[in-house]
């Protein structure tokens, strides 16, 4: 099974900050990794696709980079909306696996 | 835009056998996708359970694989989930998701409580 090690777990930002997440997979997975956005009481919502390709209707805010066992989600310009949990995941290999999750808060 | 919405008992009894229907509106489950089960315990992170293929195709998660059952029905355009000898580890909000490489749709949830 693909491990998958968010970091940070947690973290307390300002509005109109630049966020960077990272996912580390314990093997390679390629480009087979996307990120997802989910807020309380609601389901996730996928924000970035194969590592690098933006999902219909997200803001441009929102970008992804990364491939192999490194990847990163980027937040430029924080708006308080943003605050939520970000989980990544890899459809690299079965099962198919999630980070821990990074809780963001907007300060 | 394909719609998705889960139902089914939100108590089970420990021993019992939890059962959840995911209805898919907007689009065809005869599509190319796959469509899975993920959930989210309380206070934890998602978990993937396992999907299904319109063929019927289906690929489980191992640590889950001796009690769950995916199954497809086509003529009602919905798939549903069988998870048996439910304990209260298994106490988790249940998503239904429509997965083409990432989940790209997904339903509201449904809270599944294991308790007597």
């Known amino acids: 099974e693909i491990v998958l090690t968010q970091s940070p777990d947690f973290q307390s930002v300002t509005p109109k900050e630049k966020v960077t997440i990272t996912c580390r997979a314990s093997q390679s997975i390629g480009s087979s990794l996307h990120w997802y956005q989910q807020k309380p009481d609601q389901s996730p919502k996928l924000l970035i696709k194969y590592a690098s390709q933006s999902f219909s209707g997200v803001p441009s805010r929102f970008s992804g980079s990364g491939s192999g066992t490194d990847f990163t989600l980027t937040i430029n310009s924080l708006e308080a909306e943003d605050a939520a949990t970000y989980y990544c995941h890899q459809s690299s290999s079965l099962p198919y696996t999630f980070g821990q999750g990074t809780k963001l808060e907007i300060k | 835009q394909v719609q998705l919405q889960e139902s089914g008992p939100g108590l089970v009894k420990p021993s019992g056998t939890l059962s959840l229907t995911c209805a898919v509106s907007g689009g065809s489950i005869g599509s190319n996708n796959w469509w899975s089960w993920v959930r989210r315990p309380p206070g934890k992170g998602l978990e993937w359970i396992g999907e299904?293929?319109?063929?019927?195709?289906?690929n489980y998660n191992p640590s889950l694989q001796s009690r769950v059952t995916i199954s497809v029905d086509k003529s009602n355009n919905q798939f549903s989930l069988r998870l048996s000898s439910v304990t209260a580890a298994d106490t988790a909000v249940y998503y239904c998701a429509r997965r083409f490489g990432g989940f790209d749709s997904w339903g509201q949830g449904t809270l599944v409580t294991v308790s007597s």
């Open positions: 299904t293929y319109h063929s019927g195709s289906t």
